[in-house]
């Protein structure tokens, strides 16, 4: 689904298809977006209103978390109004969309946090975390008591039966 912060809503051409925009005001905040030279992980939070049907159905209707987000900022000519071009400003996942309820006369929205891609490699592959994957390497036994680490009492510098 995507989301723009136009009065209505609109379609554009993102990575050569047709996607459709919905506007009227589904975003309320969003703060600039900075890069860097690394694999620094990213998270930024997105505002959105919590009143908009577009907003409502994105994060009731479906689990959106691990759901992948790209931003692009689009640039208009100020005479015409046609869009010059779109550039794509981030990319990543959604870590989470909780809802901030208000006081009575107060706002309501949703706050969608969102991570870039360098998160993915963050992550190990699970299957290398086995000290039977690991002594298919010549017979690393790195992992071989990773099973009972921290249940197993270590005694520095004391006799094991004194306190």
């Given at each position: 689904m995507g989301l723009w912060d136009g009065r209505d809503h609109e379609r554009f051409r993102v990575d050569g298809e047709d996607r459709d925009f919905y506007g009227a005001g589904a975003i309320q905040d969003l703060r600039p977006f900075t890069s860097e030279?690394?694999?620094v992980v990213r998270s930024y939070s997105l505002k959105l209103s919590a009143f908009s049907p577009e907003v409502r159905?994105?994060?009731?209707?479906?689990s959106i978390r691990f759901?992948?987000?790209q931003i692009h900022l689009a640039s208009f000519d100020p005479e015409t109004g046609t869009l010059l071009g779109?550039?794509?400003v981030f990319s990543g996942v959604v870590d989470g969309a909780p809802e901030e309820i208000g006081a009575i006369g107060g706002d309501a929205g949703v706050s969608l946090e969102i991570v870039s891609n360098a998160r993915i490699l963050t992550r190990k592959a699970t299957v290398l975390k086995s000290h039977a994957s690991q002594a298919k390497r010549n017979g690393d036994s790195f992992f071989q008591y990773a099973d009972v680490s921290g249940a197993v009492p270590v005694f520095w510098g004391r006799d094991?039966?004194?306190?």
């Open positions: 030279a690394g694999l159905e994105l994060v009731r209707g479906r759901a992948p987000v779109l550039q794509r094991r039966h004194r306190n």
